[in-house]
């Protein structure tokens, strides 16, 4: 039988990363670059440029905390940040559907041109496609970015190794040992839960919101901190497939402590109610962070500070006694989180 | 009534440039770039790096001397070529229909794996999502691209200055001056006349084919002589609109001459059995150049002799005795060459 793409493979999870890896990866890969596309990380790198892209694809196009606007600019300016750099210019290729009225288009546009002033990082190249009408939500927008070395990220590496004697250069997903301590910047899940909750139409849209948000500034206060070993934003898959993807690129274990993990309580109350995991959607305005545990206690503090941050919460450890993902629970068992096959919310980001 | 996008908005020309205007690069006007969205060349750029994007849908995905895959590459690496600089890396948004047979994504991505390796960029980031079954053509790309100066471009920019005191940076379209030479490195109309001729069914298919082509090797070998004083790609709109973009932003006239337009016969042919003017259609494998006089016979002679430059022909002058872009046609009269409203065979870019 003829195999087909599914939605599934969109979803990020397992079913994508297989696909990635057999049809696209293998192919495409070349030589001569820092990083490319064969690790997986947030960015690819060449010449000291970080270049990143992400097609973005909501339903609906505005929702509580956002819209695919600020989406498309937060989650490009986040995959340069978790590299560690510093992101300074944006494209953005929007493709419209025939018939997609000016209103909504205007109201995305000014949308992006707010987020952007907010995170100041500039759009420097666009381009447009009119697609018939069909199966787009009327709008998609890929966006694409590019940063470069930051004097916040050269801190963050001089501080680690006079510290620890651990060189780096830039943020990676394969950085992590055992002994790291994991932060995450704050409440899990509210971008998927509250998509989800909003198109089903329950009663929590007056306060469960999107996270939506550019990083790149509370990354530059933790990196002048120092001890950053790598950071990620876990959007598809969520928190679950990012930590999976550390442990498996990183060759460690990871411990997570259930009672640190925080929640905001809408979300944990409307994830029960749609009996989804809050670790396996998307969030659009959150870091996982590995930290060397000389440098937590510091870090930890600048992240609250922050108003991006002031949820964060060291949620565990990397560790060479598990070799997987494990939680301990709140009532004292263990589980193992797996990276899911495909996020239980679709269409989301 | 409520305002709303049409295809026509999609198809390069006039109707495009007042929405991209209006509603698109007002609100986003920002500062401290050196080649910013307002200047819509064919890259922008910020701090010396060159970014581009373009979202690529093409029905069919495959056709006569190419795919959506080397179209998508071709578009990219010719975008960051046009401004002289030198394409470093790429990144690849893939867009999939739910159902779409894995045996075409596999073709598509060795087509653009072996597009990579002929001009010798590489893939360093990418995306996939995928959308319900709908409008798109199964499959649409939105590549980027990253570029940097490149020592060709400095020779090119020494000889300028040295030979007429003309001093640049990179290859704008702003940068034209009455007396420089305007140059095509290749037949008119191949793509959009091909793809269109191919839909229809009728019987070129043999010999009529798209010129789905990376340029960055002949603008290399062109740099090297010298006096380029501009370039562009002229894809959605074709050459009319490229050639009125120069004049506008140029603030000159250009004078084309008819009889010194290449054009493949099939071409001539299919386009008169359409009734599709063979200016106002894409290109994907072609650069208009402007040239200082001082260097054009030897541009040219260099262009020749490279595959992708073989019929390479000047084919008029900037000048400052028209406002506008006027073709002396073969018969001896003068015809005023229009941006065309709209690219008149949609979906092949």
Redo the contacts between chains.
Sequence with gaps: M??????????GGEG?QK??HD??LA??K????E???EQMDD?????D?V???????VKPLFYPGGDIGRLSICGTVNDISAMGAEP??L?????????????I??RV??S??CT?QECGV???????????????EKL?I?T?G?G?MSQNLEINNEKLVAMTGRKQKWLQDCNLRPGDDIIITGTIGDHGISLMSFREGYNFQTTLESDNAPLNGLMDEALQIGGLVAAKDPTRGGVANALNEWASKSKVGIIIEEEKLPFNPQVRAASELLGIDPLEVGNEGKFIIGCAPEFTEHVLATLKSHKYGKDASVIGKASADVKRVVMHTSVGGKRIIEAPAGDPVPRIC
């Design positions: 003829q195999e087909r793409i599914t939605m599934n493979h969109g979803a994508m696909l990635l049809i696209i192919p495409l070349a030589q001569g670059m990083i490319g596309l960015s690819g790198i060449i010449d440029i270049l990143t892209t992400d097609g973005h694809t300074v210019g494209s953005l290729g929007l493709i419209m559907e025939d018939g997609l009225e000016l209103d288009l205007k546009i000014e992006i041109a952007c500039p759009v420097i190249a666009g381009d447009t496609k009119v697609v018939e009408k069909g199966a787009i998609m890929t694409s590019i470069r």
